[in-house]
């Protein structure tokens, strides 16, 4: 049996803001807030604090990374779970519970344009899948930043898996 490993709750945000940025190959100064798939601290601080309303966070989470799906919807990243936000409702998906990611549903062809949803500017039914077998779709954007979602955040099954958290 695998032994976890304690991680603070900073640990554990520095991680994944790690995974994003050697995603990315960047540093964070050259993020500015305004990326679609961005760190949740570079957000305009109104929209931190309306989010985080909306989040229902615990007292020893922190918001690290954000997906911005439309205006009004977005996938947030937190020390401890997926959690995706909408005007009507929010759902979560804790990382104990996240096996792996199943990918994108299906990509959609246009062959009078010859753009694939591969591209930027396309959205697609993006599957995560739970340890109990279970698939949760959310429409994710295609392009650059559904796949820096998808590469970053698959790190977060070692998260439920492997890392306990110090309060």
Request: net charge neutral.
């Amino acid at each position: 049996m695998e032994k976890l490993i304690e991680k603070s709750v900073g640990q554990i945000k520095d991680r994944i803001e790690f995974w994003f940025l050697n995603y990315f190959n960047k540093a964070k100064a050259d993020f500015n807030g305004n990326e679609l798939f961005t760190v949740f601290e570079l957000l305009d601080t109104e929209l931190q604090t309306e989010l985080k309303q909306q989040l229902n966070i615990e007292s020893n989470e922190i918001p690290v990374l954000i997906l911005k799906i439309s205006e009004s919807e977005f996938i947030v990243n937190t020390t401890k779970k997926f959690i995706r936000i909408d005007s009507d409702k929010t759902e979560t998906i804790n990382y104990s519970e996240f096996e792996w990611h199943n990918g994108y549903k299906s990509f959609v062809v246009d062959k009078e344009k010859k753009i694939i949803t591969k591209h930027d500017g396309h959205f697609s039914e993006f599957g995560l899948r739970k340890r109990n077998g279970e698939i949760i779709y959310w429409k994710i954007p295609t392009g650059f930043a559904g796949y820096g979602f998808w590469n970053v955040t698959k790190k977060c099954e070692l998260i439920g898996r492997k890392f306990k958290q110090m309060d």
